[in-house]
């Protein structure tokens, strides 16, 4: 649905948004991820794959939010020095705790045989540059919630502010009991659900104020 738009110079950034959410969505089925990771050895580097896949989903997002709300300053955070820092940073890590952790034959959730503790240092990074993008957010989503002039922009920054919020105590699952795992689960699942119906609320929007500005010249007509 977005090629046609995409090849007509029409918002191209959701169009590599929406290829990289799939990209991540096929990296998580495990017969796709078995079948793509024997192709690049079968010792899970399809998981590495999958992290900077999802690490370039979180900063088209936060991108594609930020200018939602016209917030110029976290933009330029997400893509100046401090944003490309922390993701330069954080790859790294990422690419040296995988290794670190031993090469092991393919597993979709990259857990049995691996070492334990630089096991939980990759999994703490999946959730620190995500977590990175929602921090930059968070300020200007406040201020739209609270300033925004059409209603359904202030909706719709509260349910993504909402939704950053709750990724940043996803950080606390290293300390939760492993009996919390329904609650981990739905904390994942919640933020996903919130940020995607956020969007979808301006979306939304952005349709009616596009029909809003299409009638007017026929109502002038008249």
């Known amino acids: 649905m977005r090629i046609p ?9 959701m169009m590599w948004l929406f290829t990289l959410f799939a990209a991540t969505i096929l990296l998580s089925i495990e017969r796709p991820y078995l079948a793509i990771d024997a192709l690049l050895g079968g010792v ?31 933009e330029q955070a997400l893509y100046g020095p401090w944003g490309l820092g922390a993701l330069g940073v954080v790859a790294a890590g990422t690419v040296a705790s995988f290794l670190l952790m031993g090469l092991q034959p393919s597993s979709v959730g990259l857990h049995e045989g691996t070492d334990e503790v630089w096991f939980g240092v990759y ?32 909706v719709a920054a509260g349910l993504i502010g909402a939704g950053y919020t709750l990724l940043i105590f996803t950080n606390l699952f290293p300390l939760m009991p492993l009996s919390w795992v329904p609650v981990m689960q739905t904390m994942n699942y919640s933020v996903l659900l919130l940020l995607f119906a956020g969007l979808t609320v301006i979306w939304v929007a952005s349709l009616q104020a596009r029909r809003r500005a299409a009638s007017a010249p026929r109502r002038l007509t008249r």
């Open 44 to 74: 899970n580097l399809a998981n590495l794959l999958l992290r900077f896949f999802i690490y370039a989903v979180c900063l088209l997002l936060a991108v594609r939010i930020a200018r939602a709300f016209g917030s110029r300053g976290a």
């Open 123 to 154: 999994a703490a990074l999946g959730r620190v540059y995500p977590t990175f993008t929602g921090v930059v957010l968070i300020p200007s989503l406040f201020r739209a919630t609270v300033g925004a002039a059409l209603p359904a922009l202030r």
């Open 5 to 13: 738009a995409a090849l007509r110079g029409e918002n191209r950034l």
